[in-house]
């Protein structure tokens, strides 16, 4: 699977294999800013959709990098955890805050 490198200054979104050993740290070609990476299911705004911009880089700020989030986390079958459902990742800023609250016990640290 994919991973895809962003930069949140520029708006600029690559496509990029992911290998554990490869560099940690992507520069962005145009501002030469850090780049975050994130998996592969991420679809970025249009680079002229601002909210959407701003609400991502809220969500990343928070410790939402795109993984995961499930509406209801762990329940234990037979020794092993189950998650069900998983959450839909908000379009906008009103939305963004709530599903920062509601889920920051799964947030990245």
Not at 65 to 81: D, L
Request: proline share 5%.
């Amino acid at each position: 699977m994919g991973h895809k490198k962003v930069c949140l200054e520029c708006r600029v979104t690559l496509n990029s294999t992911y290998a554990s050993d490869s560099e940690s740290s992507y520069l962005c070609s145009e501002c030469g800013k850090p780049m975050t990476l994130l998996p592969h299911r991420f679809r970025p705004p249009k680079k002229s959709e601002h909210k959407k911009w701003e609400t991502v880089k809220f969500l990343i700020d928070n410790g939402f990098y795109f993984q995961h989030i499930y509406e209801n986390a762990s329940k234990s079958v037979n020794g092993f955890t189950k998650s069900e459902n998983l959450a839909t990742y908000p379009q906008n800023m009103r939305d963004a805050k709530d599903f920062v609250e509601k889920f920051k016990s799964q947030a990245k640290q």
